[in-house]
């Protein structure tokens, strides 16, 4: 699905799987590797990113729990793993370059790669395929009657 608000393309492809609640999206590399980032809506009521850290190689991150801290234009919070696994590599551009995220979100922005015995359990509660376009449809309503989003 597409949508813009202020210049910012709200696209959110469907052969990604979202996380409903934290907005990031994972991409399954193979069964076990996940890539790992943040969806345009959820940095939008953000603003831009100032600063990122993410969990050191090796470490174990569950489903659920952080695996990072942002800092943002609008607020500080952390970044919530949408599987179970251990980080195997570290965007080290946007660690270096936070807004490389805002930027490219689904592209050169992406967070991390976590490695995974628990993908097909894990992906049964993310968002993808056809069911796509009604949830962003419904979170975009929700943002825009927050006024996170015009």
Do not use: C
Not at 32 to 58: F, K, N, Q, T, W
Not at 117 to 124: G, I, R, T, V
Request: charged share 30%.
């Amino acid at each position: 699905m597409r949508n813009q608000s202020k210049g910012i393309d709200f696209r959110f492809p469907e052969h990604l799987h979202f996380e409903k609640t934290n907005h990031t999206w994972s991409l399954a590399e193979s069964n076990s590797r996940i890539l790992i980032g943040m969806d345009p809506l959820g940095l939008a009521s953000l603003g831009e990113l100032a600063y990122l850290s993410i969990d050191e190689v090796e470490t174990m991150v569950r489903e659920g729990q952080s695996m990072g801290v942002l800092e943002a234009a609008k607020m500080t919070g952390e970044i919530i793993a949408p599987v179970s696994g251990k980080i195997v590599e570290r965007n080290q551009e946007v660690l270096e370059d936070p807004f490389q995220v805002n930027k490219d979100p689904y592209g050169k922005g992406w967070l991390a790669l976590i490695e995974t015995e628990s993908w097909e359990e894990d992906s049964k509660k993310l968002v993808t395929g056809a069911k796509v376009a009604e949830w962003s449809a419904s979170e975009m309503e929700r943002y825009r009657q927050q006024g996170w989003i015009d």
